[in-house]
């Protein structure tokens, strides 16, 4: 689980500059039934981590994406860092899916996208930013069959491309298109899930589609190529990333467990980083690719641990709040641009959504 002109000079050459040093270095409904309401338990002993309280039942709404938060479901982290307390997975297709899950309160944590958690929190709903998991690179890009004579963004007039409205990958194919002066009015872009990209593909309803891992490796095994990534649209000042949302509710009531969760994802980070084949083995199933197209997927990204987090381009500290919220608010302003969005709030919306609190000492 950003992107837009700038409209500030000083803005625009801080962003370019992050983009520059990140790149160095894509919800629906649950697949499963809605868990029960989360209540509070007994003071509950977390891993050797102090008694504190605890819910009975953790619910997690994840998303298919080669990251931190992917190892450590394959590798059962959370189970373990959180013995007596129930963890429910909750598999989503798009983050515009989990913030309709975080808005009924049917899940705890969410993953999103910059565009849906740029919207969500312009949209007053209840999350807060509690983990930025990675900087979109390769992952995401626009594949063209090989046989539609799409050579570059200019050859798209006329044609049929699919993408999730409201995802990252929608969001870097009109900045795409806005930095290369081509009015989208031209071609005809479809609204689709990302696992239902490739049937479509291969019935030959779509000329391409802007996607991500690892349905981009499925359409580039079958006859596809890249026009465009993502890291490249990202050089241009539209960068984009997937971050972890938390119910405010939830970690108003249990902050020890969202701590917790922390150090669950910093695990999974690590292992994602120290042992690359070992952790392309545990995502290749996840994934539904190969151990060498999961590694591949891997290096397309820019993968941030818990130390990462309180950096002053990130979540920065409560006294200073990183330029992550200011990256989320040009995000909203380019999704009103788009008419995806009504109007965007003022910059310290998007700071009070950063729970930068919870990494003080």
Known sequence: MNHFPLKSSRLASAFLLLAIMLL???CGKPANEQASQNEASSP????????SELPKEIRIGYQVSPNGE????????????FPGVKISWLKFDSGRDVNTAMAS???????????????????????KIYYIHDVIGESEALVVQGSSGIQSLQDLQGKTIATTFGSTSHFSLLSALKQANIDPAGIKIIDMQAPDLLAAWQRGDIDGAYTWQPVQSKLLAESGKVIITSREVAEKGALTGEFGVVHDDFAAKYPQAVKLYIEVLDEGTKYYRDHPQEAAEALSKELGLSVEETLKAMNEITVLDAAAQTDPKYLGSP????QFAALLKQT?????????LKSAPGLDVFQKALLNDLYTK
């Open 24 to 26: 160095a270095v894509g």
């Open 44 to 51: 509950t002993s977390a891993n050797g981590s102090g008694s």
């Open 70 to 81: 992917l190892v450590a479901k394959a590798l059962g982290l959370a189970e373990k860092k």
């Open 105 to 127: 309160g049917s899940i705890d944590f969410g993953l999103v996208g910059t565009p849906p958690g740029a919207s969500g929190i312009a949209q007053g709903l209840p999350n």
């Open 319 to 322: 006294d200073q709040p990183g």
């Open 332 to 340: 909203a302003d380019f999704l009103v641009e788009q008419q995806s």
